[in-house]
């Protein structure tokens, strides 16, 4: 059977290494639909690498032989999953230790035990959020969550719970960018590197509080979100760019730069001569709207 199926591939690798005929064309399906009749085993597989040539085939331009080498491919799939399911290991269970109970001998102790099973469905019960049936919507929340949870714990006594806080936030990025758009996903990546930042104390407080409003939040731009350390960073570098110009800051127009991260063109630069005189300026960039800067 290995044999039969190398000369199988063989045909199929001479077939396609040229433009397809009519006639051609003919030949490859009825090899194809040849394949699906025969025993393929998993060792064959491994051994003639057949699966490398159907996979080819199904990017082809032609319909018939297209559809023909799905079904092939569905089926040498089908065998690799029976293959995996009968080797693999069954998981082994956990003995879990046996409680002693005191029940008799001690009152006392069920009370406290009862306490602590509260505890613990509390705590099961505020490590959840509930599903809205929409993947990317419930994976935003569920990160939102894991961000926001740790700092929320170490609260006391804020207005709202963490499933209200996160539903808030993303139900207004929703909304703001009509569905789970680019513009949607571009801004959670931002707001959930904030959230997980250790140094947006701050943040997170105001957010926790509700001080901070979810619409605002959404609205922030990259320079609303440094931390004090971050604008003095900022400030400096613009300070030290018109240090080493000839005092001027150029306010570039709409048509000349244009920052490569929020893809805006409100800009400004400064020149100044790093180099030997008969080498050009090097131009420092710093973008108004999201506080990038380059060097150009």
């Not at 505890?119 to 505020?126: G, S």
């Not at 570039?252 to 991260?261: D, P």
Request: hydrophobic content about 25%; glycine content about 2%.
């Amino acid at each position: 059977m290995e044999q039969e199926i190398q000369d199988i591939k063989k045909q199929i690798l001479k077939i396609t290494s040229s433009e397809l005929t009519e006639q051609t064309e003919e030949d490859l399906i009825n090899i194809l639909n040849n394949l699906l009749e025969k025993k393929i085993t998993f060792e064959i597989l491994k051994k003639t690498k057949l699966g490398l040539s159907i996979n080819k085939l199904r990017k082809s331009t032609n319909e018939k032989v297209q559809k023909s080498s799905l079904q092939v491919f569905q089926r040498l799939k089908d065998i690799f999953k029976e293959h995996k399911k009968q080797n693999s290991p069954k998981p082994k269970r956990k003995k879990l230790p046996q409680q002693k109970n005191n029940t008799k001998t001690d009152p006392e102790g069920k009370k406290k035990n009862k306490k602590k099973n509260s505890k613990t469905t509390e705590k099961k019960q505020v490590k959840s959020m509930p599903s809205l049936g929409d993947k990317v919507r419930d994976n935003v929340r569920k990160q939102f969550f894991q961000d926001l949870l740790p700092f929320y714990e170490s609260v006391e006594n804020p207005p709202s719970t963490i499933q209200e806080i996160v539903k808030e936030i993303e139900q207004t990025l929703y909304k703001k960018f009509k569905g789970t758009t680019k513009l949607y996903k571009k801004k959670f990546r931002t707001l959930s590197f904030h959230f997980a930042n250790e140094k947006q104390y701050q943040l997170k407080l105001s957010v926790i509080q509700g001080k901070l409003t979810p619409f605002k939040l959404c609205e922030m731009n990259n320079k609303d979100f440094m931390t004090e350390d971050q604008l003095q960073e900022h400030e400096k570098f613009i300070e030290e760019g018109k240090f080493r110009s000839t005092g001027r800051v150029i306010q570039a127009r709409e048509s000349q730069l244009k920052c490569f991260r929020c893809k805006q063109r409100k800009c400004q630069y400064v020149e100044y001569q790093s180099r030997s005189a008969d080498e050009p300026m090097t131009v420092l960039v710093s973008c108004l709207n999201c506080g990038n800067h380059w060097k150009m």
